[in-house]
């Protein structure tokens, strides 16, 4: 079983950082004043149906990681903390879904909300989880620190939901003033740091599938 969790894991790394580039691209696209508005929504719209695979991954990751951690010898879990890992994982799941297919704003807001409350709990949790096999356990170091880098992705993920409403919130202002060189302006400012946010994002991606490969 050792193989098939290796090979799910590498999927999941492949997913969430391959589709991730789509949606940085489609963000710098939508960006463009020479296009129309017309197409920036779109190239826009379309980076957000990107957006649901490295979403979809990130809940996958953790249980994932683990049942490979075990299955090679690495980690110690009983198998009930594994169960649940993949219950919450997939309940996790669910919820994201609901709100990518829901036609009523309510249910995609509620969907996104509880999506990053989860961000957060598991940006505390993995980091201190990271924090506490690095410092108090005989876990080798190597994966100590990938889990803190998984860590480190979630509080990455939390700060850039945060970043990206303010420039959300400007490009539908543009619908009705796309020629608005100040509102053009605001818009790429906006998403200056939300760039900053995904290359940490695939920085730290990196550090971890680094670490497990060449430990």
Same mark, same amino acid.
């Given at each position: ?15 969430? *950082? ?14 463009? =004043?020479?296009?129309?508005?017309? !197409? ?18 990130? =809940? ?9 951690? *075990?299955? !090679? ?10 169960? !649940? ?51 108090? !356990? ?11 880098? *998984? ?6 993920? *939390? ?17 009705? =003033? ?38």
């Amino acid at each position: 079983m050792e193989g098939v969790w290796l090979y799910l894991h590498i999927l999941l790394l492949v997913f969430w *950082v391959g589709t991730d580039v789509g949606v940085f691209i489609a963000a710098r696209w939508s960006e463009q =004043t020479t296009l129309s508005i017309e !197409t920036r929504q779109t190239v826009l719209q379309l980076g957000m149906v990107l957006d649901r695979l490295p979403r979809s991954a990130l =809940t996958l990751i953790i249980p994932s990681g683990c049942q490979l951690a *075990v299955s !090679t010898g690495w980690l110690a879990l009983s198998g009930s903390v594994l169960g !649940t890992m993949w219950l919450l994982a997939g309940i996790w799941l669910l919820i994201l879904w609901r709100g990518f297919l829901a036609t009523d704003p309510k249910i995609q807001e509620q969907s996104a909300k509880i999506n990053w409350v989860l961000n957060l709990v598991l940006a505390l949790v993995v980091s201190s989880a990271g924090i506490h096999l690095l410092t108090q !356990t005989d876990t080798p170091d190597w994966l100590a620190l990938k889990v803190l880098a *998984v860590g480190a992705i979630f509080c990455a993920g *939390v700060l850039l939901d945060l970043l990206f409403k303010p420039a959300v919130d400007l490009f539908i202002a543009l619908a009705s =003033t796309p020629d608005d060189a100040d509102l053009n302006a605001a818009y790429s400012r906006a998403l200056s740091p939300v760039y900053i946010a995904v290359l940490a994002i695939y920085a730290f991606a990196l550090i971890a599938a680094a670490l497990g490969v060449f430990k």
